[in-house]
């Protein structure tokens, strides 16, 4: 008699086994269920918690609220409302392998992720733009980037990301309905026309993309110019030799801030939407991507640590709020650059 020792450690079942084209559902082990929710609890966590503080930090200090923290502001609100909303539904689909909250929900849930992703890409870009003024045009940026001027284009992105995002859903309703038989019960998922896949593959990723990679470059090219001429003003007027090694290491700190930026970009969109374009040719596509859509997810969790967590006034902002000295009514206008 021959003994076999089985290494299957999931039981394949049905999302609906009353429906004849329901999905199959994962059946997983008690500890890897726990586990699993475990770690997708402390991401959603720690993506509320650190780009609330950044929520709190600009709206509570009067010093903070300038033109480039009011972009960073609404960053974070929408990294926070990842963290909060599309984080916990995202990891329940995912571990439990099935979608139970119905296809009106997950028509809402699909223009919710849409949004606050499309907004979140688009805020990196009018970053970039505000980086671009202050290092390349410092005269004009006070006149070219005004508190209002950043908060009308704030409202625009909003209010353009929500309007795009569900004309693109109602465009393909009735494209998902006709091929809704295609598709298994217990599955939340998107059917797009190849006319919308090009706009919205122009619209979310070219453009944006080129802006913000065309911005960085230029930015580190002209800092890389005026270190220079700093050096050779300093090494000429100077007796010191310090004083041109400081600038040159605050040089290569910007250089290297720039650097994270364009990596995790590259590394959470390109990568995600390259995988897209040749979904044929990757022996598990489904799997890949949704690997590659949970880094844009983690994204929003790391782009505090980016462009906030580096910044001094971040790290003060955050030691009165947690030892509750913002209690005090006068602190608003404390000085938290000193």
């Given at each position: 008699m021959e003994f076999?020792?089985?290494t299957d450690y999931s039981v394949v079942s049905y999302c609906f086994p009353s429906h004849n084209l329901s999905c199959l559902k994962v059946d997983r082990l008690t500890p890897e269920y726990i586990s699993m929710y475990i770690f997708f609890a402390l991401?959603?966590?720690f993506t509320v918690f650190s780009n609330l503080l950044v929520i709190i930090s600009i709206c509570y200090f009067k010093q903070l609220q300038t033109p480039t923290n009011l972009l960073i502001l609404?960053?974070?609100?929408?990294d926070f409302m990842v963290g909060l909303v599309v984080i916990p539904i995202e990891s329940i689909k995912l571990i439990e392998s099935c979608w139970y909250f119905g296809k009106t929900f997950c028509s809402i849930f699909q223009a919710t992720v849409?949004?606050?992703?499309?907004?979140?890409?688009?805020?990196?870009?009018l970053i970039a733009v505000d980086q671009y003024y202050a290092v390349c045009n410092p005269l004009l940026y006070c006149s070219k980037m005004t508190t209002t001027k950043?908060?009308?284009?704030?409202?625009l992105i909003w209010s353009y990301s929500l309007i795009y995002n569900l004309t693109l859903l109602y465009c393909n309703a009735n494209l998902y309905r006709s091929q809704e038989d295609k598709i298994c019960y217990g599955e939340c998922t998107m059917v797009v026309s190849f006319t919308w896949g090009v706009v919205d593959l122009i619209v979310s990723f070219v453009g944006p993309c080129s802006v913000i990679i065309g911005i960085y470059m230029y930015i580190l090219k002209v800092a890389r110019r005026q270190e220079k001429l700093i050096n050779i003003v300093l090494v000429r007027f100077q007796s010191s030799a310090k004083e041109p090694t400081m600038t040159k290491t605050s040089g290569r700190k910007a250089t290297k801030t720039l650097g994270?930026?364009?990596f995790v970009f590259l590394t959470c969109w390109i990568t995600h939407y390259i995988c897209i374009l040749s979904e044929d040719s990757i022996s598990?596509?489904?799997?890949v991507i949704a690997f590659l859509v949970w880094v844009i997810y983690i994204n929003s969790f790391l782009n505090p640590i980016i462009?906030?967590?580096?910044?001094?006034?971040?790290r003060a902002s955050v030691k009165h709020i947690l030892t509750l000295k913002i209690l005090d009514p006068l602190s608003v206008y404390i000085n938290i650059t000193a």
């Open positions: 076999t020792e089985s991401v959603s966590f609404s960053l974070a609100v929408s849409f949004t606050l992703i499309f907004v979140s890409l688009y805020n990196l870009v950043t908060l009308i284009f704030i409202f994270i930026v364009l598990n596509p489904s799997l462009y906030v967590f580096r910044y001094t006034w971040f």
